[in-house]
């Protein structure tokens, strides 16, 4: 197993440019987070799915971001515009709904985001 | 508003010595409580999670502690070693969303 995989690891971009963030969950696995992660904040939940839809969105910011997961293999998170305080590492991590919950979720390696 | 704090953002401890990590929750109806090891380009990974309806778990070197009424989770070390060397976060969920304190990085001094 692979694991949750993110891409691109880094991403440097201008403000005002698009920026989509990429992830590939666990296979068999029914749940997946994005989070991100600030030195003031911590590990902040921007958004979350069941089975590809989305059930809680309200820790997304604005409406400059988005999120989209068309199949169970794969899921986007898009900054629109992007803004210099957008700067942050955004992990993805997946889960299965029913699972041994003791085991929480399992992290991707996350994107390092930096908008100049 | 965060439901799960961490207020110690960081933590220095000798080898061999004793680490305590501590963490504060609001939410009275969590069920279940987790800490996470992030070492730096990394994501975090599971470490050791506790139940609502258990006040202890031991897991080798690591046991986590739960006071309910205080709501109140402590990360226990021993020995702490320097490859402990990372920033420990701390986690509640209820129904399959986790809540996750701020972090605290910890760092064991050979």
């Known amino acids: 197993d692979a694991g949750v995989i993110q891409s691109p690891r880094h991403e440097v971009t201008e403000m005002g440019q698009e920026v989509t963030l990429r992830c590939k969950p666990i296979?068999?696995?029914?749940?997946l987070f994005w989070y991100r992660q600030t030195m003031m904040r911590g590990l902040e939940l921007l958004i979350y799915?069941?089975?590809?839809?989305?059930?809680?969105d309200s820790g997304m910011p604005e409406d400059r971001f988005s999120a989209k997961m068309p199949n169970a293999s794969f899921s986007t998170l898009k900054i629109q515009p992007s803004e210099p305080r957008d700067s942050a590492v955004y992990f993805c991590?997946?889960?299965?709904?029913?699972?041994?919950?003791?085991?929480?979720?399992?992290f991707g390696s996350g994107t390092r985001l930096t908008v100049v | 508003d965060q439901q799960v704090k961490q207020n110690s953002p960081s933590l220095s401890v000798q080898e061999g010595r004793i680490s305590i990590l501590n963490c504060d929750y609001t939410?009275?109806?969590?069920?279940?409580f987790l800490w996470y090891k992030k070492y730096p380009a990394e994501g975090p990974t599971f470490l050791i999670s506790?139940?609502?309806?258990?006040d202890k778990n031991e897991d080798g070197r690591f046991t986590v502690f739960l006071n309910k009424s205080a709501k109140h989770l402590s990360l226990h070390i021993v020995p702490s070693q320097p490859g402990d060397s990372a920033v420990y976060f701390c986690?509640?969920?209820?129904?399959?969303?986790?809540?996750f304190g701020s972090g605290t990085k910890l760092n064991v001094k050979p």
């Open positions: 991590a997946s889960s299965r709904v029913g699972g041994l919950i003791y085991e929480g979720y399992t």
């Open positions: 986690a509640a969920t209820n129904f399959n969303k986790f809540y």
């Open positions: 296979s068999g696995h029914n749940s």
């Open positions: 506790i139940s609502s309806i258990k």
């Open positions: 939410n009275s109806m969590f069920d279940y």
């Open positions: 799915f069941n089975n590809n839809v989305p059930i809680d």
